[in-house]
């Protein structure tokens, strides 16, 4: 009898997808078939098989690669706490250096090699001359020959989460994102690379974001949000000058990936599907997909005007494709075939929440007799679901379960209103509504009940508002290292950017809002509980604190209320070893047959 466990925690997903600047080389990150996500690597051409470059104990991520290919940037940390730590790798030897220290402190954000590679560019909230965490984030330049560190410039805030310094094409300038006025706003502002006076040269209002990339030596292209709107916009360095190329409702930009020649592309959504557009100028035109998958995500640029991307929906793994100029696809990477991976495809699921906003999400239903329904919420809440490959989702679907996977309001995709109307009422508001409108849709649909809700992070927190807050509909919850009291989750957490990204989205500190955030906590409201909890979490979660987790399992245990605990030693946010995403499926399979049978309990 085949292991769906097993099978679902190794199917292949793909990630951290880079191109060497001649074309020569494509990198990739990929978790399922190793007990830790590892980096790989094959011809652009298909002149040799796709290699394994890493077999560590802790997962890989690429930050840079050399021109060339023959070295890589990466960036690992201990159990996934997110405390990353540099290396470089040889491509040939498979040979890692470490650059930084192996710690648990502090966050370094981002890395890129010099022009001339004798150096790398990385920022920190951290000063390695005392050995002292920072107030904000410092601009750090690190000899590849003498490992002598140099600081080049120093912030008292946080920079972008995900973004770190960016090299000019000439090597001159590092592009660095800042969030100096408020909580979810950035700034741009150029550092030379000798040394010198930070510039601010784009800010466009303390909270409107802006995500951007060098076009060339003298231009930056960037999404953002402005006047109320997404927009797609070039910053010309030489003048100052800012050209508006597109906005919504015509164009919902999300990002900009630099081409080769003068076009670059424009990663924008279409709702909840990703999209690519050329941009040369003001004209745009869509990116043709001839994959044969229904999405297609470019990663990086070829030197031939093609690109190297993704190749997605939920048939099947993703694939890593070459795709030339004239539109053509050739596979660089695909997962073999296992005919025990019975994929179901999504069906495109729309209602309205209670305040009249459309909502969209996707639906997921068993090819037999159906069990009961699980809302799988995603994290963010500033991200969105699509239609491709989630193996617990997959998996539930494989037991028989149907799985909505909601895009509630706050997620991206829908524009910048739909985005931003989290913020309205903050966590905890209209959009768990949103939610429990999806879950009634779906019941109305023909899905049966029992219900339970799922997720990681923000899906961890809307799964424990479920349980107490909807306990009249919601029969079982797994939340996985989610938000069990707001003020906790605020002062817990290791991330100078989480705590911001809290006050973004709460409109300030718990000290300064206690009442928001004790209504929107779901430990406030324990004693509605009549449903079943299995609790996951990390225990080096960095991002959502294990406290969340040590109390709710105290006032549960003093309340009388049953729950299950999944604890991690080896895991930080979510879980992503092999074997522990095989123990999570398995265990919740178990939670969510018993759930279901034994039902509510009396209230």
């Not at 690109?307 to 053509?328: C, I, Q, R, T």
């Amino acid at each position: 009898m085949t292991d769906l466990a097993a099978l679902w925690a190794s199917v292949p997903q793909l990630s951290n997808i880079h191109a060497s600047a001649d074309g020569k080389w494509a990198f990739w990150c990929l978790a399922g078939p190793d007990e830790t996500e590892n980096l790989w690597c094959a011809p652009v051409d298909g002149s040799a098989p796709p290699r394994r470059l890493t077999g560590g104990r802790d997962h890989f991520h690429i930050r840079d690669v050399a021109p060339d290919g023959s070295r890589l940037l990466l960036a690992q940390s201990l159990n996934a706490n997110e405390h990353d730590h540099l290396l470089i790798l040889d491509r040939e030897t498979s040979t890692l250096t470490q650059l930084t220290p192996i710690q648990d402190t502090h966050y370094v954000y981002g890395g890129a090699f010099s022009a001339d590679q004798t150096a790398v560019f990385f920022l920190a909230d951290y000063d390695f001359a005392t050995g002292q965490v920072t107030q904000g984030a410092w601009l750090w330049k690190q000899d590849l020959v003498t490992g002598t560190r140099t600081c080049l410039a120093r912030a008292d805030s946080p920079p972008h989460f995900y973004v770190g310094p960016l090299l000019s094409p000439d090597g001159t300038q590092l592009l660095w994102h800042r969030s100096d006025r408020a909580p979810g706003g950035y700034q741009l502002w150029l550092v030379p690379v000798g040394g010198g006076a930070a510039e601010k040269v784009l800010d466009l209002g303390e909270r409107n974001n802006a995500l951007a990339v060098w076009l060339d030596a003298d231009r930056i292209g960037f999404a953002c949000d402005h006047e109320g709107r997404d927009k797609l916009g070039v910053l010309t360095l030489s003048t100052g000058a800012v050209d508006w190329v597109a906005e919504e409702p015509q164009l919902f930009p999300h990002a900009v990936l630099t081409g080769t020649g003068q076009e670059f592309l424009c990663i924008h959504h279409a709702e909840s599907q990703t999209r690519a557009a050329l941009v040369r100028g003001q004209d745009i035109r869509p990116l043709e997909n001839r994959s044969g998958r229904r999405s297609l995500l470019p990663h990086a640029a070829l030197p031939d005007g093609g690109w190297l991307a993704e190749a997605y929906d939920a048939d099947a793994p993703h694939d890593l494709v070459a795709v030339a100029a004239d539109g053509s696809c050739r596979v660089i990477w695909r997962a073999d075939p296992e005919p025990a991976h019975r994929h179901v495809a999504p069906r495109d699921f729309r209602w309205t929440a209670p305040d009249g906003r459309a909502m969209q999400g996707w639906l997921y239903r068993p090819d037999g007799p159906c069990k009961g329904l699980i809302g799988y919420v995603h994290g963010g809440p500033t991200w969105h679901s699509e239609d491709w490959v989630n193996p617990k989702i997959q998996f539930w679907v494989s037991q028989g379960y149907a799985v909505l996977d909601p895009n509630y309001r706050g997620s991206t995709g829908f524009g910048y209103a739909h985005r931003e109307a989290v913020k309205e009422d903050g966590w905890g508001g209209r959009e768990q509504a949103d939610i429990r409108a999806g879950l009634e849709a779906a019941l109305a649909a023909g899905i049966p009940g029992p219900v339970a809700v799922a997720g990681n992070s923000y899906g961890g927190f809307s799964s424990w508002f479920a349980i107490t807050r909807h306990a009249d509909l919601v029969t079982a919850a797994i939340p996985m290292c989610g938000m069990y009291r707001l003020d906790i989750d605020y002062h817990e957490t290791e991330m100078p950017h989480g705590r911001a990204y809290s006050e973004e989205m709460m409109g300030g500190t718990p000290e300064e809002f206690p009442e928001k955030y004790a209504n929107a906590s779901p430990g406030r409201f324990i004693d509605r509980i009549r449903g079943h909890v299995m609790i996951v979490h990390g225990l080096a979660d960095s991002n959502v604190g294990p406290e969340n987790t040590h109390t709710a399992v105290r006032e549960l245990t003093a309340a009388g209320i049953p729950h299950e605990v999944m604890l991690f030693a080896d895991e930080g946010h979510g879980v992503f070893r092999r074997r522990n995403v095989e123990a999570y499926l398995r265990a919740s399979a178990v939670f969510l047959d018993r759930a279901f049978h034994d039902g509510m309990r009396p209230a």
